[in-house]
């Protein structure tokens, strides 16, 4: 990631084009915590032992914390979540529509991947925006051990059954191209948020190239992550 370039001070919260942008980012990440925990929650009911369940539910738990962090910092703002998430409940649930996954294996590799790359591109947004904001964003996107389990019990999974080694791949392919194109809508679609990346004249954020340099970023790492679950990419 490159080095933060935002605000330095909460006072660019009285600038209102910076602030609905960073009401986008915190909506955004809302409405994606709030259906992480919802599918991970699901997810659980399709977990092979007890101990595997309660762990995707302690996950899914995380989640919902990390949701009420961002409800709680937008009512300081005087906005209320439901208003702020609005704008991404189309997108972000046609993702999810188009990558339900069919069995405990794929959701893992579906949160690990599909998360993976999202989580990745809110992390290059939060280098623009001012101190506080970037702490809670980074809280909200940190994971802790969850990733270790998961990809621990995926590559058991492969190692039980190799055959699903190429069924897996071809899935986080699909996962990873859907995000890809999330990514990429809620850069352009919302003015506000892609004001937010992009900067002005005298806030300068990102500009064409180094768009480009961000989602080259996004790929590589998403081919590191499957390889982190001994898959090829």
Do not use: C
Request: charged share 25%.
């Amino acid at each position: 990631m490159t080095d933060p370039a935002g605000p330095e001070s909460t006072a660019a919260l009285d600038d209102a084009e910076y602030r609905a942008g960073v009401i986008d980012l915190l909506g955004v990440l809302g409405f994606g915590e709030l259906t992480a925990f919802e599918r991970l929650a699901a997810d659980a009911g399709m977990a092979p032992t007890l101990s595997d369940k309660a762990a995707l539910a302690g996950i899914a738990t995380e989640e919902y914390g990390h949701f009420v962090l961002l409800r709680d910092r937008l009512a300081g703002l005087g906005v209320a979540i439901d208003d702020a998430m609005a704008p991404f409940v189309e997108p972000l649930t046609l993702f999810h529509q188009r990558t339900a996954p069919t069995d405990w294996l794929e959701g893992l590799v579906k949160a690990y991947i599909g998360d993976g790359m999202a989580h990745d591109f809110y992390r290059e947004i939060a280098a623009r925006v001012d101190p506080e904001t970037r702490e809670l964003v980074l809280t909200v996107l940190d994971r802790g051990s969850s990733s270790e389990f998961i990809v621990e019990r995926v590559r058991t999974g492969l190692a039980e059954e190799a055959s699903r080694a190429g069924r897996l791949a071809l899935w986080g392919r699909r996962v990873v191209g859907e995000a890809l194109s999330q990514a990429q809508h809620v850069a352009t679609d919302r003015d506000t948020l892609a004001a937010l990346i992009v900067g002005r004249a005298e806030r300068p954020g990102m500009d064409l190239a180094e768009i480009g340099r961000v989602f080259a970023r996004l790929t590589d790492n998403h081919a590191h992550r499957m390889e982190d679950l001994g898959l090829a990419s």
